[in-house]
């Protein structure tokens, strides 16, 4: 990863999400995604409950789902998202931002890790998760090359070829050439080039928005 001694900074990642949600329309919800199994309905029920999950994580408070998190699903998700998602990533954001936050130890999904890389996951996790939703509802997707290098750092640590249950599937590698969130991308078991046939012609603008 960075510098251990230094510890990133969730905003730039929670604003690129924010700019992906709201060119999300209600027809896109059933939309496949790159996340195996899920459309894009289930991605936002899932980013919903991880928004929370982390933000606690940051606070030290008890972990909200210690047996692990539930199947994410369209029929659960909360139809005032778009100002539930924007919301709670700000308050991600802030939570992080307290230098406690990055100390100790700390708990999320019934996982248990030191709090400096607990806060690196939850940055992978709203990053990769930005561009699974960007790519499912065909929208161009921008991250600032420093969050990039942070979870570069993470993944290139924690992806293989086999996968690692939970977090990421079996990675693929790409040439050193490839440019870094491409590889990134791949170390998570997505491929790079993934797009959804029904996006096309679904970007900001288009029919339903």
Known sequence: MS????????????RALTSVLLGVTDHQLTLPTPCAGWV??????????????????????PDAAPGGPGNPTVANLDPEW???????????????????????????????????????????????????????TGQTYDVDPQTVEWVHGLVSQQGSSEGTPGLFGPS????????????????????????????IGDARGGPGA
């Open 172 to 199: 693929i590698t790409l040439p050193v050439e490839a440019a870094l969130l491409d590889r990134v991308i791949g170390l998570t078991g997505r491929d790079p080039a993934w797009t959804s046939p029904s996006a």
């Open 3 to 14: 510098d251990l001694n230094t510890s990133p900074d969730l905003e730039p990642a929670s």
């Open 82 to 136: 778009r100002t539930i998602l924007p919301a709670q990533l700000d308050h991600l954001v802030a939570a992080w931002r307290v230098p406690s936050a990055w100390t100790g130890d700390t708990a999320a999904g019934g996982v248990v890790l030191p709090a400096q890389i607990m806060g690196v996951v939850a940055l992978n996790e709203v990053m990769i998760h930005a561009w699974d939703l960007a790519r499912a």
């Open 40 to 61: 894009v309905g289930d991605l936002l029920d899932h980013l919903v409950g991880l928004t929370i999950a982390f933000r606690i994580a940051a606070e030290k408070a």
